[in-house]
């Protein structure tokens, strides 16, 4: 029988952290942006003048699809302005998913000194496979053009951005679903339902503190979903646990833990990572686990129970594959050092098959 579920809450009121394992990114010229959508899930893009950004984007506002997190941790090396792009809505078309944008994915960009835009699709071509599905869609560029100059000019933070782009994600959404009404007329494909994505358009359009309160509703809604799925492919032994993050502004941040364990005065927070064919988790899955460092190696006030605990992070990666140090290759090797350095400096902890392996450090 599993274990009855922590239910944890943790404050949060700045985030101090320092990636290693960032990818180079490409630069690309404002003249030749589109082809960067295509080649790349993260790069540089020059406007010209001496101005650079660090340009993420989604492919869903659905947080476990594409590996989101991953894309953004690839620019947070970037000394500039940090921007992602989430779509407010992606409608694959009846044969396939629609996913909507939700409060906390925009307050943890704010978090992580991310701005955001939230953008929409404007063109897509018919699947293959599928008679009423629709893929490749591409983001309206010019909409996010004007954003990006708009955000040139701006002078305040990310939170700040981010809390007018929730402002006007209602009229973003309205531009959203006339887009996919006229693909769908172009390409001859059924859409999702008209009237639901209305009803919840109308949800935007109440407000900011109106669409907060709704998005926390769905996120509590699928934390607690998340809670009782088990996944037996994480190779988890602790107990799954609730954890509902304050800021330092009230907002409130709804997230599962997928392993706690309390010990002494210190409570273990995992992040569990699982390869069934290779001997570590894909690269995306690791820097996935890392943005969850990120806030668990940040959070005050950790408490379960009525009692206060001193948090200490993990990522725990595991393999159905045998690990060994000796059967590393040199990119595998490089990059498990660059890990464990990014554990040091950053104060977690990195357990492999449940051990803490040593690596030579990259030269």
Known sequence: MMAKPLNLTAKITGMQYQPFLCRELRTYKIEEWANAFENDSAFILDLGKDRTIALSWWVSAKRTRSYPYARVYDTLQFSGKRVTLIPIFKDEGIEGDRDFLQWDTVSLMSLLGVYTIVAYYSHAEPSTRYKNKITKQRFDLDYIMTELQNLLAYQSDALHWNLAQVSQAGQVAQRALEAYSRIAGELGIVMHSVESAQRRIAELQKGRDHFMQFSRGLAQNAQNRELVTVQPKERLTGQKATLTIYNYLGGAYFFTCDEARIQGNSIFLIEGK???????????????????????ANLEQVQAKGKEFKPVAVLKLT???????????????????????ESRQNRFQVLINGRRIEFARPR
């Open 319 to 341: 393999s159905a594959k045998r690990f060994s140090v000796e059967s590393l290759t040199p990119v595998e090797n490089e990059r498990l050092a660059k890990l464990q350095q």
């Open 274 to 296: 699982h390869s069934k064919q290779s001997r570590l988790p894909s690269l995306e899955d690791i820097k996935d686990g890392l943005l969850k460092m990120m806030l668990f």
